[in-house]
């Protein structure tokens, strides 16, 4: 489960978001931060019991780093002021899809799918959801998937992408830049003894989505 006290370090952190405070108070971040690894552990083996190909995976390469590039920022801030894992096989670095989670005072959410494909991953994306629409939108468009998910997130283009008819019944879909969707958390939530099992289920929920994705990135 989560910690209160990681919730505590990052607003504390939001405070003091500089070197000086964040070496002062390490050990307060390693709690944090194994905190979550913890976490991330316990939900690689949740999720493997309905997506094998997570199974095995090293949380540590799961968890995002703390610390920004600020190379090319107006913002020096040194440190992020969240934490967070993606799941997904090879973990946060292969950006395959797959499923994440969100720890931010204020801003507590999970999400499933692809964010932000690139160009040839988009196109394969379009070309799987215009030749097999009724799947994709069985998906989608079901009851339960709407009902805790809502609609589809992210931006999307304003004209019909190029190789697309505008009539297309999935055109919708089609503009679509990323192919995720989420789900909001109370901080009450979180702490609680079942948010690892919130998680879970979300992601269940979200599974045929990140499968249907996984066989158009073929």
């Known amino acids: 489960m989560l ?16 070197r000086e405070w964040f070496m002062d108070n390490k050990k307060l971040f390693g709690d944090a931060n194994n905190n979550i690894i913890a976490l991330t552990d316990q939900l690689i083996g949740r999720v493997a019991k ?3 190909h997570v199974a095995g995976l090293d ?15 107006k913002d020096k801030s040194p440190y992020k002021t969240n ?17 994440y989670f969100h720890i931010q005072p ?12 690139d160009s040839a991953e988009t196109l394969k994306i379009r070309n799987a959801i215009a030749n097999h629409t009724k799947e ?19 931006e999307h283009l304003s004209r019909p992408p190029k190789g697309f008819v505008a009539d297309h019944e999935a055109i919708e879909y089609l503009k679509l830049k990323s192919f995720t969707v989420g789900q909001e958390f109370k901080e009450s939530d979180v702490v609680s003894a079942d948010y690892p099992k919130m998680l879970a289920e979300s ?6 989505l990140v499968r249907f994705l996984r066989a158009a990135l073929k």
């Open 3 to 18: 910690a209160r006290e990681t919730i505590v370090f990052l607003k504390q952190l939001e405070k003091n978001n500089n």
């Open 50 to 52: 309905f997506d094998a």
């Open 59 to 73: 949380p540590k390469a799961c968890v995002f780093r703390i610390y920004r590039d600020v190379r090319f920022s």
């Open 83 to 99: 934490l967070g894992a993606f799941i997904a096989p090879g973990g946060r670095k292969a950006m395959s899809p797959g499923y």
């Open 106 to 117: 204020g801003m507590f959410f999970c999400a499933a799918g692809k964010y932000m494909p």
């Open 136 to 154: 994709f939108r069985k998906i989608v468009e079901g009851r339960k998937f709407a009902d805790r998910f809502g609609e589809l997130h992210g």
């Open 203 to 208: 992601f269940k929920a979200a599974y045929p």
